[in-house]
């Protein structure tokens, strides 16, 4: 079966950094893109950017250019994803999901709530 | 950025009945780029339909999805009681990919 598992619930105070990580099984992780797509509460997704895991190459939305990483590690088949410079903004349900050459999103991690506070 | 404008907010309807929703882009989608999520309370987002019409695995066919340009639909034949849940649309036409704001089909 075809899963992507991430790390726990983290909080974070305003100005941190956030490591988020998607690991992945039951799949060729060198075959398909990892995105990283964000929910803030009572939201609709946000697509974050994406990393190609044979090589590493990267597609961030402008919204995240500078803010975000994107990495991976394939001799575990883990995706990692930190968002520096955190404000309450960022609180939200951050998941990873793979996708093939078309970018429609399946399946999708259980996500990973960050939570920026105070 | 192509914005997803999905209408309407919320549908309260009872289950057996059939429902419509609607996604309209800001500008033509090419080849059908389009899919189809739903998300009930507390849950992961599922794909329903990519390519504006075709069924993802183990999707059941009273969900249908129709449209191209800037103008799609997903159908729900004949609600069950696991249907009701938000439902959002998502182009990958070009980048960033973006969805919609979502849909509530909601208990009449």
């Known amino acids: 079966q075809i899963h992507l598992v991430q790390s726990g619930a983290v909080l974070k105070r305003p100005g941190a950094s956030v490591n988020v990580s998607c690991k992945a099984s039951?799949?060729?992780?060198?075959?398909?893109?990892i995105h990283w797509i964000r929910q803030a509460p009572g939201q609709g997704p946000e697509w974050m950017g994406r990393i190609r895991p044979n090589d590493g190459a990267t597609i961030y939305a402008q919204k995240f250019k500078g803010r975000v990483t994107m990495t991976r590690d394939t001799s575990t088949s883990t995706a990692y994803m930190e968002v520096s410079g955190l404000t309450s903004d960022d609180t939200a349900v951050y998941y990873c999901?793979?996708?093939?050459?078309?970018?429609?999103?399946?399946?999708w991690g259980q996500g990973t709530l960050v939570t920026v506070s105070s | 950025e192509v914005v997803l404008t999905q209408s309407p907010g919320t549908l309260s309807l009872s289950p057996g009945e059939r429902v419509t929703l609607s996604c309209r882009a800001s500008q033509s989608i090419n080849s059908r780029y389009l899919a189809w999520y739903q998300q009930k309370p507390g849950q992961v987002p599922r794909l329903l339909i990519y390519?504006?019409?075709s069924r993802a695995t183990g999707i059941p066919d009273r969900f249908s999805g129709s449209g191209s340009g800037a103008e799609f639909t997903l159908t729900i034949n004949r609600l069950e009681p696991e249907d009701f849940a938000v439902y959002y649309c998502?182009?990958?036409?070009?980048?960033?990919?973006?969805f919609g704001q979502g849909t509530k089909v909601e208990i009449k």
């Open positions: 999901a793979r996708s093939g050459v078309h970018n429609w999103f399946d399946p």
């Open positions: 039951g799949f060729t992780f060198t075959a398909y893109f």
């Open positions: 998502q182009q990958y036409s070009n980048s960033p990919w973006t």
């Open positions: 390519g504006a019409a």
